[in-house]
């Protein structure tokens, strides 16, 4: 096949996005840990992955959006307390994590996964663990913190993000906020 027969792609993620001051305080936080492992997460990268969809061709794009628009949303804005550090090993990553995923991120998540079901995008579907990724490539246990982690990500909204070359920009975002 050559180049010109094959559909263009993006590779696509919905996620719940960091406001400014959260991403400054967590890399801040970060770096009090004094990592000597891995590669640090650019702070503008920060988010929470609701939905990860991968190499999606560009034509399929404006459907996925029409069908995230028609999630049911919680109606209300959305916290999520990232209060547990944690490494994952088969992911080489050191992320952040709540404790404890709120039913109501937990159904979000759910809506999307069956809104995104007829696009055939993800083949073999895991179990959502909720995250923000402060490293890759991390080889190491968990740091020693001075202070434990305890971040509230507060979000009014969810983000189709496209990753490209290692920055994520905002492709379309749909309220979480029933407006009146």
Not at 35 to 64: M, W, Y
Not at 136 to 155: I, K, M, N, Q
Request: hydrophobic fraction near 45%.
């Amino acid at each position: 096949m050559n180049d010109e027969t094959r559909e263009p792609f993006k590779r696509l993620f919905f996620a719940l996005d960091c406001a400014p001051a959260l991403r400054r305080d967590i890399a801040q936080w970060r770096s009090a840990l004094q990592l000597r492992n891995g590669r640090p997460v650019p702070a503008d990268n920060f988010h929470l992955t609701l939905k990860f969809l991968g190499a999606v061709g560009v034509a399929q794009i404006a459907d996925i959006c029409t069908a995230a628009a028609s999630i049911r949303t919680p109606g209300e804005r959305l916290t999520v307390v990232l209060d547990r550090l944690d490494v994952w090993r088969r992911a080489g990553a050191l992320v952040l994590a709540p404790q404890q995923a709120t039913p109501a991120l937990l159904r979000l998540v759910y809506d999307l996964e069956q809104a995104m079901l007829p696009f055939g995008l993800e083949q073999a579907p895991r179990e959502y663990r909720p995250h923000l990724t402060l490293a890759r490539d991390y080889r190491a246990s968990v740091p020693e913190s001075a202070t434990p982690p305890g971040f509230f990500l507060r979000a009014d909204r969810f983000t189709l993000f496209e990753s490209h070359k290692g920055r994520y920009r905002a492709l379309a975002e749909w309220s979480l906020v029933d407006h009146q």
